[in-house]
């Protein structure tokens, strides 16, 4: 079965036992998560999130950038979230490579894209949690965590 015939199938079995369909917008628990598209981090089940609990929002890296404070104030300033999580994890491959190894590896129209890789998780992640905690828009009030997730324990650590 094609990847699409198999997440369609998924969707009919979801579907068919589906009864969240009076959810308001607002996430339930007023929080929002940010951590790397990784295919081996699952957020909602390592922290135990149902449908409507929060925003997950994530990335390459799990980074808080320029996109990324765009989605946290629309969060916290349209729809209520009240702090952020941020999660990198062990063994991200945001550490294997440089700009100039995508830029050899590319050619010439990749360069204009900064890829954003980086040395250290936990130390990107302390940069993340202080880039939110110092925005403008996201206000006081709004609160920062971060953590590192270890791909090999399920476990997050905070940082
Ligand atoms: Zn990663």
Same mark, same amino acid.
């Given at each position: 079965? !094609? ?11 979801? =579907? /068919?036992?589906? =009864?969240? %369909? ?18 081996? #981090?699952?957020?909602?089940?390592? #922290? %135990?999130? @149902?449908?409507?609990? =929060? ?11 320029? &996109?990324? $404070?765009?989605? #946290?104030? $629309? !969060? ?6 009240? &702090? ?5 994890? !062990? ?12 830029? &050899?590896?590319?050619?010439? *129209?990749? @360069?204009?894209? *900064?890829?954003?890789?980086?040395? *250290?998780? =936990? @130390?990107?992640?302390?940069? !993340?949690? @202080? ?9 006081? /009030? ?9 791909? &090999?324990?399920?476990? $997050?650590?905070?940082?």
């Amino acid at each position: 079965m !094609s990847v699409v015939g198999e997440v369609t199938a998924a969707n009919d079995r979801y =579907a /068919s036992a589906f =009864a969240k %369909g009076d959810l308001p917008m607002p996430p339930g628990r007023k929080f929002a998560v940010v951590t790397c598209m990784d295919a081996r #981090l699952d957020p909602a089940r390592f #922290l %135990g999130l @149902e449908e409507g609990d =929060a925003h997950v929002i994530r990335n390459a890296g799990g980074l808080v950038n320029d &996109e990324t $404070i765009r989605s #946290l104030v $629309i !969060s916290h300033q349209l729809l209520g979230t009240e &702090e952020a999580i941020v999660i990198g994890h !062990s063994g991200c491959g945001m550490l294997t490579f440089t700009n100039r190894d995508v830029y &050899e590896k590319l050619g010439p *129209d990749s @360069e204009d894209i *900064d890829f954003q890789p980086f040395p *250290d998780v =936990a @130390e990107r992640v302390r940069q !993340s949690v @202080e880039t939110i905690r110092s925005h403008p828009l996201l206000g006081d /009030s709004f609160g920062a965590t971060g953590f590192v997730y270890d791909v &090999e324990t399920g476990r $997050i650590d905070p940082v």
